[in-house]
């Protein structure tokens, strides 16, 4: 476990913290006035390996050649020219800072990236971490990677999970979640939708099932796996050629099919590296790997039966609770575009001319309904 520090001073800034996987949904926007919850689970942090957050850069500034040397294939409409290594944490873990309010930006509903950090050392004044909690973002506070330093400390953190006790666990992320607003003239204030993590997380694996497509057809399982990526997958890709096919795949599954073309697989939640079939001499899968977050993974590869009726008595084995299902969303199913498009630029694949097109046609997908 680490406690992180000032750069300046040495004074401790949290809590001691073990790190986690990076959540896919953490640079995500969500709707318009929408009241997101805290990013980060107590006790945890989490790094984000490219720079994020101001200074930012136009793509006119930065060019082809630096941007593919910083990893990303196709045009984006801006790149930060900020430090790599942002740590995030959840605000409540904080501890010896102080906020300030004018150098913050944001103010909808609170406060965003703005122009930098807007929290500092309390020791020393060093402009420390940027706290967020504006409407549609995800609450958190972001530790500048030049301004604090992580400290070991001695009692030890949670030891390292195999996949068979991360299953064990069975933390799944529901794909239906009640959403709030900051408020309403109408005076409902919330409503149930798919979940925003879902929305990232399906935004995050669209890209790579169209990098892994090779611009044919591809088939995903019936069942919730087909609702959330199936319309997006056929309106994106031309259709008449044999298609490819994706299967779940993962601890607690079977083995991958033989003639399978894609898996999707979970992401460890501890360590963000994806599941891999290992056979005696390594991989035994050629199929091109898709990352889920382990919760999203999770939902899919054992789907929990909602009860329709009620039950009375004794619940038999294998009933939970009597309460009635969760209300189904009024919408179908978009992944979200801007994860969508933030995985997309960084994949290789992203340089095929029908992957830029469906990139400089993104605007279009989404009034379509798409995302």
Same mark, same amino acid.
């Given at each position: ?41 107590? *006790? ?71 122009? *930098? ?146 898996? #999707? ?26 990352? #889920? ?13 909602? #009860? ?64």
């Amino acid at each position: 476990m680490f406690v992180f520090v000032c750069a300046g001073c040495g004074a401790r800034l949290t809590v001691p913290l073990s790190q986690v996987a990076l959540p896919a949904h953490a640079h995500q926007k969500y709707g318009n006035g929408i009241q997101l919850p805290v990013l980060m689970e107590s *006790g945890t942090f989490a790094v984000e390996p490219e720079p994020w957050g101001p200074p930012w850069r136009r793509w006119d500034e930065i060019g082809p050649d630096e941007a593919a040397a910083r990893g990303i294939c196709a045009p984006v409409y801006a790149v930060s020219d900020g430090w790599p290594g942002s740590v995030v944490i959840a605000p409540g873990d904080a501890r010896g800072t102080v906020l300030v309010p004018e150098e913050g930006g944001g103010y909808c509903c609170g406060l965003d990236w703005g122009d *930098g950090p807007n929290m500092a050392c309390e020791a020393c004044g060093l402009a420390v971490a940027s706290r967020i909690d504006d409407c549609s973002l995800w609450q958190a506070v972001w530790l500048a990677p030049d301004a604090v330093r992580p400290v070991p400390v001695d009692n030890a953190g949670p030891a390292m999970l195999s996949w068979a006790e991360v299953l064990a666990e069975g933390r799944a992320t529901p794909p239906v979640a009640p959403i709030t607003t900051w408020g309403s003239l109408l005076g409902l204030d919330h409503w149930w939708s798919w979940n925003p993590q879902w929305e990232a997380a399906a935004g995050q694996a669209l890209a790579h099932l169209l990098a892994a497509s090779d611009g044919r057809p591809v088939t995903v399982p019936l069942g919730l796996t087909a609702q959330v990526f199936q319309r997006a997958l056929d309106a994106l890709l031309p259709a008449g050629r044999r298609a490819r096919r994706a299967v779940l795949a993962g601890p607690g599954l079977s083995e991958p099919e033989p003639h399978a073309d894609i898996i #999707l697989v979970p992401i460890h939640p501890q360590t963000g590296r994806p599941w891999s079939p290992a056979g005696p001499a390594g991989p035994a899968s050629s199929a091109y790997p898709v990352p #889920l977050p382990f919760g999203v993974w999770m939902s899919l590869a054992f789907p929990v039966r909602d #009860l329709r009726l009620p039950t009375s008595g004794t619940l038999p084995d294998g009933v939970l609770r009597d309460d009635p299902p969760v209300p189904r969303p009024h919408r179908l199913f978009r992944a979200d575009p801007e994860t969508f498009r933030h995985t997309l630029v960084r994949l290789p694949a992203a340089r095929s001319p029908w992957l830029r097109e469906i990139l400089e046609n993104l605007t279009h997908h989404m009034r379509a309904g798409i995302f």
